[in-house]
């Protein structure tokens, strides 16, 4: 590793340790508070998703359509997929990680536009609530998260357009954000810093922020000329017009596609930031791992077609799609391998953090091999709409993105709050979200490919068993976030004391305090250009073993 | 002497791959196969379950393995080797996937244009004239010809026809050269079938699970289906597209018969007075 010397500050500054509290409930311009807010209102989404999740679960505990009315079933099952996709895990990777992180690895004290940050931040709430609200002012939106016209233009209007409202202001949002990250990440690095010394977290945000420039404008565009057929009578996608329902379905993943790398890739970026430092071992691969966040960028924004296999797409299509589809896999492939072989040999603290990335390996690798198999057009054509859809999606979102939220949190909670987390509550945690997980979505599989479509409020009596089974697993689920939020509350006030550099990391974030400074280093920003910097060559000695003649007889 | 490293990979490697294949060749997760080409698909996710497996495995066990044999011991502050990369392994485990996702890939599109998934988009001449149709309405003339959507259309020559209307929330079907129209599917054992598909109102997707076929039902877009059934009994008609709050019941029932019964059926369903009437009253 490779820091300049701090030089010795003449005139020792007054600096501000802690955030006053009402800091967070406002305008703040700081990158950190501003992450912690992304952190916090997302999890907070988060909760309110889960619960939306575990109404759908009681209701799928009969095959019967009795727990809620039908229509209420769709709102909630269109709520659960947006307040998760655009409120917890969107905002959380990019904008809580990304916005806590990313000025520190470039070396800088903020965010290169910090109004802009904070603009971005404040679109969040009011359309979350705007959106939850519509649910009490006439119903919520109920044609799914995709609002596949012409049924989106026929259910409810008032639901659907403040619907489509919320996902424009999370858009422009996520847009904001993704700018502001590619002039932080290209523009305020450090002198001296070069693009290719980078923490790979970095890449993965460029590479993140570069798609949802280029399409989530795409869904913006298309969402509006929904609403146009909603309230002003048009007919771009009513075929009862001349309009064409397909198009709509084409504009749609041509953003929501990509929306699976925007969700994913930052992830793929924090487990490359935690596993080197738990493993005691670099980060194996950085070139590759690099060159696989672009192609995967590059593969990402041509394979929305493979969501329309039944839709009556032309066949060139289908076979371009599932070869470009099934490519992706390729440098996926190449990420896991390097992690695998990151923590092979390594000294792997077993830790809450370590656990979680490795539990996301697990289920983001079954989920991947879900994904190579659906996208097959044959088989696709048969599990298209169902539960093993509904199984894999959850294992890359749910299994993938949100393992890794929780692995990152474990491992800068040091960092954010100067305190430890409680490692045995957060094993325990781990264990329950694992179990929990796989129960609930592992026999989702078998469900889909014997006939039960998703979104459905009623089934085949057949299948009741195994919904159950699922639906204990949601329990789980439900019931592992218990010794997260109290190891939380516990450990903010009481945990042990961390220290600035409890995992002895080589990045910039932890050489400084805990929590860090208002503008994150008391003097210069060190300059990190070896953030992996770790591992002993042959001749490395233990400080505890080391004896004097040891040193002075080792030839150097 | 301990044993090679090399001959343990070696041997666990090769029960690694018996046990995929045993895994992906004898469990079944599928539903019966009732049509033609079922039996093709399930030979592909037989492949893909093989395959998967394997490396779920595989990578599962190198998981297991690194979290046990190279735990941190306690007092141990040392770090691992620093080693940072290994170009020819990195090139091994680009190519492997790569050729293994180009095999399968070409496997899966022989088996779809086997299907008929790969039939142009043309225009039918068997589709009679839709009357009701939404497209008509929007100022150009209404084409004689349909254009009909790129579904999986895998009948050859004289299929047996059946207009399938799907609507919030049921399908019709309705048999255009018995004219008759009922809420059951009922089909011949063995002879090609050709289902044209047209919605009313929203997108719906007509599913039998058995059958292994799938197709969106899209208003404006009407859509062929053809193919072949192969075995006798009753199968779930399955509406798949989220089409409004009955969506979850919106079901039907298909049921595949011999020639014999088959002939029955539409006997008993025809209207009598088709067989009776001459051809110029026919107006329904």
Known sequence: MTTNALPASPHPVEVQHHTPWHEYFGFSLDHKVIGIQYLVTGFFFYLVGGALAGMIRVELVTPLSDFMARDTYNQVLTLHGTIMIFLWIVPVVNGAFGNYLVPFY????????????????????????????????????????????????????????????????????SIFGAVNFIATILKLRQPGLDLFQLPMFCWAMLGTSVLVVLATPVLAGALILLSMDIVAGTGFFNPALGGNAVVYQHLFWFYSHPAVYIMVL????????????????????????????????????????????????????????????????????????????????????????????????FNFVFGG???????????????????????????????????????????????????????????????????GFNVCFFPQHWLGLNGMPRRVAEYDPQFQLINQISSVGALILAISTLPFLVNVFLSMWKGVPAGDNPWRACTAEWLTSSPPPVENWLHEAPLVTEPYDYGSTEDAMSVTTVRGRDLWSAGR | MPIPGSILTLVAGVFLALISLWVGQNINLMPVAAADDASTVDALFKVLFSIGVGLLLGITAMLVVALVHFRRRSGDHLDGPAVE???????????????????????????????????????????????????????????????????????EGAAFPVEVTAMQFAFVFHYPQQNFTTGELHLPLGQPVELQLKSNDVIHAFWVPEFRLKQDVIPGQPTVLGFTANRQGNYDIICAELCGPYHGGMRSKVVVEDAENFEKWLMRNTPATVATAPESSQTA
């Open chain 1, 106 to 173: 470039v070396g800088a004290r903020d965010m290169a536009f910090p109004r802009l940050n904070a603009v971005a931040f404040w679109m969040l709430p009011p359309a979350g609530f705007l959106l939850m609200s519509s649910y009490f002012v006439g119903g919520a939106a109920q044609s799914g998260w995709t609002a596949y016209p012409p049924l989106s233009i026929t259910t409810p209007a008032v639901g659907q357009v403040v619907w489509i409202i919320s996902v424009l202001l999370l858009g422009g949002s």
């Open chain 2, 85 to 155: 990369g290994n170009l020819p392994l990195e090139i091994f485990w680009t190519a492997v996937p790569a050729i293994v996702i180009l095999i399968v890939g070409v496997y899966s599109y022989d088996i779809y244009a086997r299907m008929g998934g790969m039939a142009d988009f043309s225009h039918h001449t068997s589709m009679p004239p839709q009357e009701n149709v939404e497209t008509a309405s929007s100022g150009h003339p209404a084409d004689p010809e349909t254009v009909i959507w790129g579904g999986i259309d895998r009948a």
């Open chain 1, 369 to 435: 091999i879900t994904g190579v198999a659906l996208a097959q057009v044959p088989f696709d054509v048969h599990v298209h709409d169902t539960y093993f859809v509904v199984a894999h999606f959850h294992y890359i979102v749910f299994g993938g993105t949100v393992f890794v939220i929780f692995a990152a949190i474990y491992h800068w909670f040091p960092k954010i709050s100067g305190r430890l987390l409680n490692e045995h509550l957060g094993r325990l945690h781990c264990l329950l979200s694992f179990i």
């Open chain 1, 266 to 361: 930052p992830a793929f970026g924090l487990v490359s930031e935690i596993l080197p430092i738990h493993a005691r071992k670099p980060l194996f691969g950085y070139r590759s791992m690099i060159y696989s966040i672009l192609g995967i960028v590059f593969l990402g924004l041509i394979v929305w077609a493979h969501h329309m296999f039944t839709s009556g797409t032309p066949p060139w299509m289908r076979l371009f799609f599932t070869i470009a589809t099934a490519i992706i896999a390729v440098p996926t492939g190449i990420k896991f391998f390097n992690w695998l072989a990151t923590l092979w040999q390594g000294k792997l603290a077993l830790n809450s953090a370590l656990l979680f990335c490795c539990g996301f390996i």
